[in-house]
């Protein structure tokens, strides 16, 4: 059975983009151009799987239909946003968003991501925990433990440690990181992997040996000595 994906923006043009991509992926898709629309539909429509959740919009913003539907639901929540503040994407996951996605972005990745969150929604797997000399990763709850001990990484830290581990031993060319964790639609100054990466290599410990500076190229983790 198809899943059912409501997509909600303001801007038709976005719906059609998203709509088309995701329906060619296989999914059913209803829209709403409003927050008032959306919440109208959902509660409607109890088969939604997935909601897709534009956040400047009129009549009810993106928040404010989340913290409705959160009263009453579970269901999987994707957050569509052209902000990039890091006090948005926390705001969001306090109010129990499950992914944040700052537009512009490439549809093949939203689309990759509505699959990565569904598969999530029904429950840990063995894929979704990564664990390498004493490091810990959850994809799921986004917990890291070093050495057994919980550590907080802000949410692209986590992205950013995640597609480290993912790659264990493979040279990543900076535009290659800011593909893969920024999105290729990134127009910031790539320095902001040097900023995280000097976080991450912080709350690592003696472990952020790992990550090597690879000089006029990038980073790789590698645990080889």
């Known amino acids: 059975m198809k899943n059912t994906i409501l997509v909600v923006d303001d801007e038709a ?4 983009i998203v709509n088309d991509f995701l329906t060619k992926a296989g999914y059913n898709v209803i829209e709403a151009e409003n927050g008032q629309q959306a919440l109208d539909i959902f509660f409607s429509d109890k088969k939604i799987d997935l909601v897709l959740l534009d ?3 009129p009549v009810l913003d993106g928040w404010a239909v989340c913290k409705d539907i959160r009263k009453e639901s579970k269901v999987p ?18 109010l129990g968003v499950d992914e944040y996605i700052t ?17 999530r929604a029904q429950g840990v797997s063995a894929q979704d925990i990564i664990e390498t000399h004493g ?9 890291v433990k070093i050495d057994g001990k919980e550590v907080e990484f802000s949410f692209k830290e986590f992205e950013l440690l995640e597609y480290f581990l993912e790659n264990e031993g493979i040279a990543l060319h900076r535009n290659t990181i800011l593909n893969n964790v920024w999105n290729y639609d990134y127009y910031g100054e790539d320095r902001t992997i040097d900023t995280h990466v000097k976080k991450i290599r912080s709350k690592l410990g003696d472990k952020g040996k790992y990550i090597k500076t690879i000089w006029g190229l990038g980073y790789k983790f590698e645990t080889l000595d």
């Not at 490091?135 to 917990?143: A, E, F, G, M, Q």
């Open 13 to 16: 043009r976005m719906r059609k």
């Open 55 to 57: 956040v400047m919009m």
């Open 77 to 94: 929540i994707i957050m569509l946003t052209a902000k990039s503040d890091e006090s948005d994407e926390l705001l969001g996951f306090q």
């Open 103 to 119: 537009k512009p972005f490439s549809p093949k990745i939203l689309v990759a991501r509505v699959e990565v969150v569904l598969r």
């Open 135 to 143: 490091i810990y990763i959850n994809k799921l709850t986004h917990v």
